[in-house]
């Protein structure tokens, strides 16, 4: 349950901060402000902060040049850092479970207790059984302080850290909303990192993150070509100037095919271990994910329809203030930061 104002959603990734600004309505919401930096390479990496300077400078200069007033700001984490489990623990009242979740984390968490924190979400109760169902959600509070110390520096106000790709669920929940009688899985496809979030009944049943995205697909191509990297990524996303050579569409598409049997194989293992329905479609969306041969490749192998699923497809954008050339050309790349700018000053646990 949320009340209050909405914050302002900024994602840091690997390459570039995204910033979204929204304002709700009665009937919708409307993206009254977004702003993308790029970041140099080496300064976000896995997660982990390597320039904060660099970065802080940067999320300055975004507030100054989208002259965005407020400072109050949610923040999303991703990589090895953060960890995500459902877990089956004794039926507790609210109080127990309050005292005994940390030692119940300890059971499930691949690093020291101390190190994390930790936060859950009640799933299912089944009383006859005596037991219940959570979601369990722990990241280092390394990361988390490095991302909120980033945003003090830039003389910003954090007041919520999320998990990406629950900011993402929650962005397609208010899209499309969750089907309570299927699964459907959610692929956010970043320059370095896949989020791959399946989800069953309406509720997360596994999520995980591959380490690979469309700068791989560059790297292909500058390796084979011998190229500059920023030649390459011209090439990839058709905007360098000139026709780009011949084998181009070939490094591709066996680079994308390289992406999809990693997605395959995560999806296989949830289907082998899982007890939940077959996947009936998969969501992409993400800056790789205009690339078509990727979505006939993942669709190829898992042999499930992919749609490309773009985040701002039930909001109204103020034409005033967003660039309507830029929200077309990073539009993909929204999910995670309009998904944070969701979230609100005041929250409450349901």
Known sequence: MAEGKNLIGVDIGSSSIKVCQIKETRKAYSLVNFAYAPLPPQAIVDGQVMDGNTVADTLQQIWASAKIRQKEVSLGVSGQSAIIRKITIPMMTPEELEEQIQWEAEQHIPFD??????????????????????????????????????????????????????????????????????????????????????????????????????????????????????LAEAYKCGTAEGAPPAQVGQIVESATDGIAAEIQRSLD??????????????????????????????????????????????????????????????????????????????????
């Open 113 to 230: 207790i101390k190190d994390v924190q930790v936060d859950y979400q009640v799933l299912k109760k089944n009383p006859e059984a005596g037991q219940m169902e959570l979601l369990l959600v722990a990241a280092k509070r390394d990361q988390i302080n490095d991302y909120a110390q980033l945003a003090r520096d830039a003389r910003l106000k954090p007041m919520v850290c999320d998990i990406d790709a629950f900011s993402i669920q929650n962005l397609f929940e208010l899209s499309r909303g969750l089907p309570p009688d299927k699964t459907v899985a959610l692929i956010n496809i970043g320059a370095n990192l896949t989020s791959l979030n399946i989800i069953a009944g309406g509720i997360s049943a596994f999520t995980r993150e591959i380490a690979n995205g469309g700068h791989a697909i560059s790297e292909q191509i500058q390796k084979q070509l011998g190229i500059p990297f920023e």
């Open 269 to 350: 293992f949830f289907m082998a271990t899982s007890g939940d329905g077959d996947i009936s479609r998969i969501y992409m969306t993400g800056g790789t994910s205009k690339i078509p041969s990727l979505s006939l490749a993942i669709e190829r192998r898992a042999r499930v329809s992919v749609e490309v699923w773009a985040p701002t497809e039930k909001m109204t954008v103020d034409s005033k203030r967003v660039d309507a050339t830029l929200l077309a050309e990073r539009g993909p790349q929204l999910a995670v930061a309009l998904g944070l700018a969701l979230r609100k000053d005041k929250e409450v646990r349901a």
